[in-house]
Every structure is written in C-alpha cells, then in structure tokens.
C-alpha cells in the first residue's frame, strides 16, 4: 500500500513537502513518481526519482521549485515544494513502479491561495 500525505492550505510563496509512504513492501529499487490533478484538469506528471540510481526528472513548470527525494530507511520519498504558485493547486499523488509492478496511492490536496 501506498500512501501520500503532507498536503495542505498555504499561500503563494510558500513551501510544503509531501510524504509517500510505502507499507507491505519496502520502495527501494522501486521508480518513485509524483503526480497530480487540478479540477478539470488531466492528471500530469510532476517529478520522478529514478529506482536505479536516484536521478531525478522534473516537469518544466516546476523545475528549481520542487525537489523530490527518497529515505530508504523509513520507506517513504518525498517531494519538497517551494515558491509555490496558485497553479500548482491539484492533487498529488505518488506512484512506485518496479518491473511489472505498479503501486498508487490515494492523493492529497494542495491549495495554494494568492
């Protein structure tokens, strides 16, 4: 199972940081994406962690904002959000993929008022 959490209400400018936590398996190896959905909006792709080596991908819209990370040691990856803008309002999910195993977790909401 897979969980994110860390959302919230906060004004532009201001800074979060999600927590995707992995129970029943443990996320190493595993690619760590970060995605989201603002209302009325498709689902996108924010920033991924490579399960490999640890490289990182981020969606031009939020390069140099978001800084998406892992700890091994309590299973969880995180994504570090700074400067944050009204546009970045959705909800975020994370996702663990491994070979041919795909896990989701259940989002959380990100405000971010002007």
């Known amino acids: 199972q897979l969980q994110a959490s860390g959302g919230g209400l906060v004004q532009s400018g201001g800074s979060l940081r999600l927590s995707c936590t992995a129970s029943?398996?443990?996320?190493?190896?595993?690619?760590i994406g970060w995605f989201r959905q603002a209302p009325g909006k498709e689902r996108e792709a924010v920033s991924c962690?490579?399960?490999?080596?640890?490289?990182?991908h981020y969606r031009d819209a939020v390069k140099g904002r978001f800084t998406v990370s892992r700890v091994n040691g309590v299973n969880t990856a995180y994504l570090q959000m700074n400067s944050l803008k009204p546009e970045d309002t959705a909800v975020y999910y994370c996702?663990?993929?491994?070979?041919?195993?795909?896990?989701w977790g259940k989002g959380t909401l990100v405000t971010v008022s002007s």
């Open positions: 962690i490579s399960g490999e080596d640890d490289s990182t």
């Open positions: 996702n663990a993929v491994l070979l041919g195993t795909n896990y």
């Open positions: 029943g398996f443990s996320l190493e190896s595993y690619a």
